[in-house]
């Protein structure tokens, strides 16, 4: 490959989009200022915040605790790591030690929490009845996870929480409300939006990061990459866009940056900043939702009908 455009270094990346070829030290000092730059621009996290990142311990996840400490040398914010632990045996251990390593080494608090604690039932009891399920493992576990990052922010005390969804998550999921109809929802994506009746803000710090990227700074960091991956895996339609995105990267290189930003302008014409679609609390557990009963409780009584407890 050829020598870096900005050391003359030994190239390991081009960087197709722009045209630039980077060696690995400039690569991840790129990747460290496209962060900084995102946080800035949306003004993510304010001097003397409580930050909390939630690190599932995967590559994408430590990646963002390294990259936030890194910008974080000068103790402009508290860094908490936050970490669920669904309860998925055989899986989740591996990943949470991995998780344990990297605050330790950083010397980063780390609050975690489990479904078992916090609902009653570990992911593996809750997915335990496998005929004529309509729902998909990730929908019952996802709608989990938000509130349970949520209770762990609140256990943390933390202002704002970081998650480590990148470019082609955020393109992802703003084609999938489309394709499902889910105009709403795309209106949530708006980074700027701040709902007032969440107790903590969410941010997406390598929300401009493209995913190959962030793999490549993980790998370049010695970040340890999972052996397995999740049992209960069920990508569908999600999976298919990630497909369909990375072989139109291919042919146009650019285009997810393009996507990206075409989504931020609908994505600002649909937040509920200008539709006033705020959230109303839920009126089993009080916390926001759309209306009426939130996505957990609802979740909750689907997962109560065939779980039995105390078994
Ligand atoms: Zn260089
Ligand atoms: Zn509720």
Redesign the pocket.
């Known amino acids: 490959m050829a020598v870096c455009s900005k050391c003359g270094g030994n190239g390991v990346y081009e960087r197709r989009y722009s045209g630039e070829v980077l060696c690995a030290n400039c690569f991840k000092a790129s990747i460290v200022e496209k962060t900084r730059r995102t946080i800035s621009r949306y003004g993510m996290v304010k001097f003397g915040e409580r930050l909390g990142v939630a690190v599932s311990g995967g590559k994408d996840s430590l990646s963002l605790l390294k990259v936030l400490d890194g910008l974080n040398q000068d103790s402009r914010f508290q860094l908490v790591a936050l970490t669920v632990d669904e309860g998925v045996r055989g899986y989740r251990e591996e990943s949470i030690a991995h998780a344990s390593d990297l605050t330790r080494q950083l010397n980063i608090e780390h609050v975690v929490v489990s479904y078992e604690g916090l609902f009653g039932f570990s992911l593996d009891k809750a997915l335990d009845w496998k005929d004529e399920r309509e729902i998909s493992s990730c929908s019952i576990c996802g709608v989990f996870r938000r509130r349970a990052i949520d209770e762990a922010a609140l256990k943390a005390k933390v202002n704002v929480v970081a998650t480590a969804h990148n470019l082609d998550d955020y393109a992802q999921t703003f084609l999938m409300n489309l394709l499902h109809g889910d105009v709403e929802r795309i209106g949530w994506l708006d980074p700027a939006y701040v709902d007032e009746s969440f107790p903590v803000r969410r941010v997406k710090p390598f929300m401009e990061i493209y995913e190959e990227e962030v793999a490549l700074y993980a790998y370049l960091s010695g970040i340890p990459f999972q052996s397995v991956s999740c049992p209960y895996m069920h990508e569908g339609l999600r999976g298919e866009v990630r497909d369909y995105l990375n072989e139109m990267e291919v042919k146009h290189p650019g285009m997810k940056n393009v996507l990206l930003k075409s989504s931020l302008s609908v994505v600002s014409r649909l937040s509920p900043a200008e539709t006033g679609h705020h959230s109303v609390p839920?009126?089993?557990?009080?916390?926001p939702?759309s209306g009426g009963?939130?996505?957990?409780?609802?979740m909750k009584e689907v997962v109560r009908q065939h779980v039995k407890y105390g078994e």
């Open positions: 839920c009126i089993t557990c009080g916390k939702s009963t939130c996505n957990v409780c609802k």
